[in-house]
């Protein structure tokens, strides 16, 4: 018979073991967890406060263009990942480091890909951050900001050029004057371009003191009213945008030829100098293709042709011994074949190098 | 030089020298005339009156560029019209009866069914029309556009032969046109009326540019689905909207007719059917025969042997 | 029977003079209809004139219709003259002679007649000087001017140099009372030819010259009329190797159209005794290698897009083989390329009848070809629409059967005008081939000349015998 003393005892002793098991258990699992997490993502923590607004909302943007495919609208679409579950924020606090890899680095078996190309780090943490809101009962929704809320104001030179590349700074302040960090800022630039229209430029998110700055190199020109907005609130300033000195535009037809400069290239030609009031293009004695033309060539074969025939009616004006036969001068006939020769030809050499040729790079 | 007769002769070193003196001094006194004829044509040539017009910039040069978005292109078939935009160019145009500037063509698509191209000049940069013209009647404007003299062409066809679009049409006979057509003064940017014996065809309503609004088939398009675009200053429209040609082109997987040819069009198309107005790829309805509302014949007439008359043919 | 009192050089003067001295009734009515058919082509381009091309069959599709078919066919019979005389006096081919001038005479009007092809084309031939003021050589038309106008005057000179002694031989002959301007006219054309060796050389040395420079330019010439199209993207003219095929082209129909002038020329004006048999016999050999290359080449083109079917290619290749041009194709093939060989290779039966119908068969196929060449192409659509027609108008044949009538007219005056025969230079070569004395002596005798040869020979062995030399 065991005493009741015993007895005690020995439940104390099984229930610490018990309890021990247990605890090591846990312990062994969450270690064989953490353990599982290779360097370098081993101890990486949370850049971001995990119920921060800003970080949030960006990540759902992220969340919403990547990661909705699999998982859902909110997330529960993969039993085995179901973030809208409860109590997953918590293990996103404990495990941070873990769920970072898995974006990370993907999970190849399970189809997951992997986000380290393709997300930023912030990007990867910002996702998760919104993550963490999905499951968390003290997570606000996105909030948008009433007008009230948030002041937004735009710097930008007034004066720019096409090609050049012009910064604009767009500044964020809550009701109270703080900046708002993290917040993503639209731009974009309103221009007539036959009808009125608007170009969006890009998008920056606002740094620790709430500034967004973009550097956009405009293509177009005039009179352009340059936007910020963020979610409802925008704030604009016009800047004239001069035309660029060259064009950004070159059309390409041909083969060119650099190393024996500028001019010289094999291909079409089209019009260089228009006639009055845009009419064809004139005559001009031009040499198109520089010094190197195909022209001179073909001029130089027509000159050999018909400085042979010259050669030959010479040869035909020496016939006649003594130029007379009776009252008729023999050498008419040569002599006028001779000049007609000689006309025909210089002629056409010269149409060849005064012809109405074009180049289609006009004025470019 | 006397000969063996004591007949004076020319002797041959005279005789060459005296014409090659001659020939020299033509080719020589060339670039005189011509530059004289150059700076006629210089003084009053649009880039420099602008010059010494204002204070304010020379015109601004284009490259002019045209989108066709086809996810929105019906046909017209979904408001039961011929294509509006081959309607508005002829009667903005008082182009001459059976030519079609702009076409709209009706292509196969690979899983059956079709869609619709509307094809207007595509002013090819590397335009084999330019190249084989022997006057230079065709020639590119300082914004791209191919332009046609008609006082100046003759008539050869051979741009014709030589476009792989089948862009351009021949004023075979004399061209019928409106009363209206006589009030205008040719110009090539705007080549009305229609000149017998020459070849014709879109100039992207270059005198519509010019004056800063949209050619008649982009603003004529009830779908919206023409955009025109400067491809310098990256920005396109239809007339609503405005866009970014290069991010509209690239993001709708643009593509330009008979790519491999190197004729470099200026004229991209957007693929679709027309779906955009819920036209689906294999709806039955035909494109419709756009009206040349002042009547003719065209030229589809022969003229008998013996009377001199017009005849069908 | 005519006393055999003449010379041989007396008979070919007077052979190759009779057709001027003498014209008959048969000619004048021939004339007479030429020029009427001549005339009715004017009239069809005067219709073309008041109404513009309308009146012809081309449409927006096929742009290009007889008139450039006549183009490429005339100037393609122009290669005849080059050939036979340049090449062969450049080879030194001793049977060319008698057959020259009229190569030459082939020549120079089949390039005139074949280029007012391109300007009746024209839709505004008002403008036709735009290309003189404007021209712009970037473009193959251009290229075309430069290249026919340096052949029509290297041809024309060509067929005037060996012309003079001819001219000479006609001004001495004439008679006390011919008028003063035909005298001064062959006096002037004559250019005080007095047939002494300093002449000859000139002449012999110029004609040289002639001979060698106008080979390059011929080829140059349906080189650049080739470029018209191939220059361009359309099925079938799309191709590297057009300018030989056309070259060759040329060189096949040209030497055709020389024996279908030579025969008919030596039945009209009795010219049996200098275009034998064997002038016949060998044009007939250079007909047969042309026809080998250009089936060689036909067989080349046709084979290398048949192969591949590009869309284009192919729907060409169906017009042709199969489609609405299919009668053509095979006509030429057939008429063109099978029964003219085996009509020269088959050596049964007389060789001038089997020559002469070969030629004219193949100068109809190669018309039809040249059709095939330029209208198919056309009729394939480049964008998705039907393919095109054409029929030609009224208007476009009267005008081809103008330009035919035309060019033979032109040839029936030269006729009358200068000697179809070289009579120099067949004088001379008679002289080289025997020794003048022997070939009057065994004329005047009634030996034939292989007769006299005999009895040379065997007196010569005599002498060298009894000189004691072997």
Redesign the interface.
Known sequence: MIGMRRRLVMAAVASAALLGVAGLSWLATAAHAQSQVPPPYAGVKNPFPWDNPAARDAGKRVYQQSCTGCHGAAGSALPAADFSQAGFHQRLETEPDYFFWVVSEGRPAQGMPAFRSSLSEPQRWQVLTYLWSLSSPAAPGAETPHPGDVFIALTAPQEGT?GQPIVLKAVLRGKDGQPIVGAAVDFAAR?Y????????MGEAVTDETGVAALTYTP???GDVLMAARYETVESTVRVNVA?AEQ???H????IQLPALGKEVFI?????R?????????????RLPGGALSW?LI?AAA?AL??A?????????L?????????D?D?????AI??AV??I???F???????????H?N??H | MRDRDGARRIGRREFIKWSLGAAGLAILSTPFLSLANRAKADASSPAASARQAAAKPARTIRDWTMVVDLKKCDGCVTIDSAPQCTQACINGHFVPKGQQWIQVYDVELPGGGKSFLPTPCYQCENAPCVNVCPVAATYHNEDGIVLIDHKRCIGCRMCMAACPYHRRFFNWGEPEVPPEAALVEYNPLYPVPAIRGTVIKCMFCAHLLRDGKLPYCVSGCPMKALYMGDLNEDIGTNGAEVVQLSRFLDENDAFRWKENLGTQPRVWYLPGHGQSFNRSADDPRKLQAPVWSWGGDGFDYQIDPLTWQKEPR | MRARTESASQRLERVALNPLARTGTGYRLFVLVLLAVLGWGAYAFVTQLRWGLVSTGMRDQVIWGLYLVNFVFFIGISHAGTLVSAILRVTQAGWRTPVTRMAEMITVVAISVGALMPIIDLGRPDRVWHIVVFGRFQSPLLWDILSITSYLTGSLIYLYLPLIPDIALMRDRLGRDASVIKRRVYTLLAVGWRNTPEQRHRLEKAIGIMAVTIIPIAVSVHTVVSYVFSMTLRPGWDSTVFGIYFVIGAIFSGIASIIIVMVLFRKIFHLEAYITERHVRNLGYLLLVALLLYLYLTVGEYLTTGYKLQVEDKHLLELLLTGANAPWFWLFVIAGMVIPAFLVIVRRGPVIPRMVVAAVLVNVAMWVKRFVIVIPSLQVPLMPFDFGTYRPSWVEWSITAGAFAGFILIFAILAKLIPLISIWEVAEDEQRREPAPLAEAGERSGLRPEEVEALVETALRERRRGQGVR
């Open positions: 096409a221009l371009f036959f009808t009125d229209g608007s170009i969006p293509r177009f020109s035309e064009p950004f535009y059309p390409e037809a041909g291909g079409p030609e089209s019009a100098t228009l006639g009055p009031l845009g009419f064809a293009p004139g005559v001009s004695f022209l073909v027509v042709v018909w042979t025939y010259f050669r030959v009616l010479y040869q035909v020496r016939i006649p011994i003594g130029s007379q036969m009776g008729t023999t050498r008419l006939v040569p074949a001779l020769v000689i025909v030809g210089a056409l050499v010269l149409k060849l190098l005064t012809g109405s040729y074009s289609f006009l004025g």
